[in-house]
């Protein structure tokens, strides 16, 4: 494979893409000296996770798979998530960003569940862990007479680990915390953030059953449950504990919740295990000792655009969605996995997380406000596409391949359709950095500002403007330097002077789109995800708790998986902030 790979149309990325490219990337020497530019880049990955079709058929052309999967990073339309395009083809090789692991009841089990989430914060994985299976605080430990010290002690450890192993590993690793709200220790865990810098590399959810929400809404007495013996420690009433943790949550976004009764209710492999935790931006519930490689599509560049309108370009769309299950089922047997038992559960169950980025562009070319019905309409139909598509490409891979090992073990196997190569298809992450690369708006989220001053080095100080925002404001004759750093400064342009009310109604940025319709867009596209949806529900510094309590209900009616908000000003350190980190 030394013939070079063609690239039809260069690489078009933007100096800010480049600089994150080049700070953690690509290769380096022992000196800091950069070993590879921005299309070698693409080309180790494309060649590496093109490698795997030898597995199948030692006569395949894996140089035109290695031509394809380069023209969907270069052309800029699909990405596989960072670990891939930081490790593969390279000695730690690990390439997927998700990983949840299993908490054990005991000293040895949880210290080598750290050492293990160590390794993965090293290759750039993030994990989460469920902590409910440990004993509470002050119960007793059999061996030594003496007492626990609960789950919330040992998130420090990890946390402080965590902090240790970002210094040298490739990104910050980060964490997700689940516990159960039957868990004696809950209110703890529920506070146990409320100081902001405390346990800063983690991310907490309550894990809420179906039960308790009923409970809640009806204001009853719930049984806090010791795991290790099963026995009952002590009755709360479930309204108390919901409005104590939305409170929490008001006050600086943690704890999020994550309903795991839904979450199990799409488990793929009940027969396996029930799913306890999602990796630390919550889009992807996992098995303890499971992992999964993810990858966006960048639906800003799946837009035909003629004199009279824009429309969806489903071709383009289709073409690239049966590209991108390609490679990330390539990718799964291309990854080297930290432990022996993770390597078996992905191989067994061979998940991958397909979604998009760039949705929120996709509205502005399409002249679609963000919270219209007309956008729930959009995200429904994209990605009900997207989803469909997604299995009929992991079909097609499954007759050649065969169906994920698990198969006949999973909800699949009395189905009478042919058989998925992949227990799961599609996952929306946050896309935090790959959007930046991308150049397009991240996830499925709506932009924050449509022009803001980026700080450079050396004080240099660059005024960047959404591109779909300018080229209408040019062509509509509006633009002015003066009037972007105007936007600059204020954020929305819903009060600005001088630009026609279509386009502002167009044109809507994060605060201007009220909590409910960030709800309804995060379920329309849960609807058709077969794992979970990583969206965070703005709110105004103003908003009151009960609007929390109420987000978090809508949330839990529309059949959403978890929910996460960040009132404004509320909360200094973010586990993750888009881009700053990458
Ligand atoms: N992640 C992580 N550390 C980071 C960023 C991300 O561990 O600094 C993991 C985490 O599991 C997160 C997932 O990667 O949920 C996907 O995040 P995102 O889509 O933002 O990553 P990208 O591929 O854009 O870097």
């Not at 008001?250 to 990796?279: C, H, M, Q, Y």
Request: net charge negative; charged share 20%.
């Amino acid at each position: 494979l030394d013939k070079s790979l063609f690239v039809p149309n260069g690489l078009d990325l933007t100096p800010n893409a480049r600089t994150v490219l080049e700070r953690r990337y690509l290769r380096k020497d022992t000196e800091g000296r950069l070993l590879e530019r921005p299309l070698q880049m693409f080309e180790r990955v494309a060649r590496h996770i093109a490698d795997a079709e030898r597995n199948y058929d030692p006569r395949a052309n894996v140089q035109a798979t290695a031509e394809t999967f380069l023209k969907l990073m270069t052309d800029l339309v699909f990405l596989p998530n960072s670990p891939t395009l930081m490790n593969a083809g390279r000695r730690l090789g690990q390439l997927a960003a998700c990983f949840v692991l299993p908490v054990e009841d005991s000293m040895d089990a949880i210290f080598e569940t750290l050492k293990n989430a160590a390794i993965i914060h090293k290759s750039g994985g993030g994990t989460g862990f469920s902590f409910s299976r440990l004993r509470p605080k002050n119960a007793m430990v059999g061996t030594t007479g003496g007492v626990a010290s609960g789950p919330v002690s040992f998130m420090k450890i990890f946390n402080t680990a965590t902090e240790q192993v970002k210094q040298g590993g490739t990104r910050r690793g980060a964490n997700m915390a689940v516990l159960r709200v039957d868990h004696p220790d809950i209110l703890e865990f529920i506070f146990c953030k409320q100081n902001n810098g405390d346990l800063n590399n983690f991310n907490i959810s309550v894990g809420v059953t179906d039960a308790f929400m009923a409970a809640a809404a009806r204001g009853e007495m719930y049984d806090l449950i010791d795991p290790a013996t099963g026995t009952r420690t002590a009755t709360l009433n479930a309204t108390e504990v919901y409005n104590a943790l939305v409170r929490q949550a008001w006050k600086n976004g943690d704890p999020g919740i994550l309903f795991l009764d839904r979450i199990n209710r799409d488990n793929p492999t009940p027969a396996l295990g029930e799913v306890e935790s999602t990796n630390p931006c919550g889009e992807q519930p996992l098995l303890p000792m499971e992992a999964c490689n993810l990858g966006s599509i960048n639906l800003a560049r799946c837009v035909t655009v003629t004199a009279e309108k824009a429309t969806v370009d489903y071709d383009k769309l289709g073409r690239i969605v049966h590209d991108a299950v390609h490679f990330l089922d390539n990718t799964i047997d291309m990854s080297r996995y930290p432990l022996a038992e993770i390597d078996a559960m992905v191989k067994g169950n061979r998940k991958v997380g397909l979604g998009v980025m760039g949705f929120a562009d996709l509205l502005f070319k399409l002249g679609i406000p963000y919270n219209s019905e007309a956008a729930l309409e959009t995200a429904a139909a994209v990605m009900s596409f997207i989803q469909t598509e997604a299995v009929a490409a992991s079909r097609a891979l499954a007759s050649q391949r065969g169906p994920f090992a698990n198969h006949h073990r999973s909800i699949y196997a009395d189905m009478e359709q042919p058989a998925q190569r992949n227990a799961t298809l599609t996952t929306i992450a946050p896309t935090g950095t790959l959007s930046i690369i991308a150049n397009c708006s991240s996830g499925i989220e709506p932009l924050f500002a449509l022009s803001f001053v980026r700080n450079v080095m050396d004080d240099d100080r660059l005024l960047e403007v959404n591109p779909v925002f300018e080229a209408v404001a040019r062509q509509r004759g509006f633009y002015s330097r003066e009037l972007m750093e105007t936007i600059a400064r204020r954020g929305s342009i819903q009060h600005v002077e001088g630009i026609p009310d279509d386009v502002k109604q167009v044109f809507v940025t994060a605060h201007d789109i009220s909590p409910e319709w960030h709800v309804r867009m995060q379920a329309a596209f849960q609807k058709f995800t077969d794992n979970a949806v990583s969206k965070t529900v703005n709110l105004p510094r103003e908003a009151t708790v009960e609007e929390v309590r109420s987000i978090y209900d809508l949330a839990y009616q529309l059949g959403c998986k978890g929910v996460t908000i960040y009132r404004d000003g509320s909360k200094e350190h973010q586990v993750l902030s888009t881009g700053a980190t990458a």
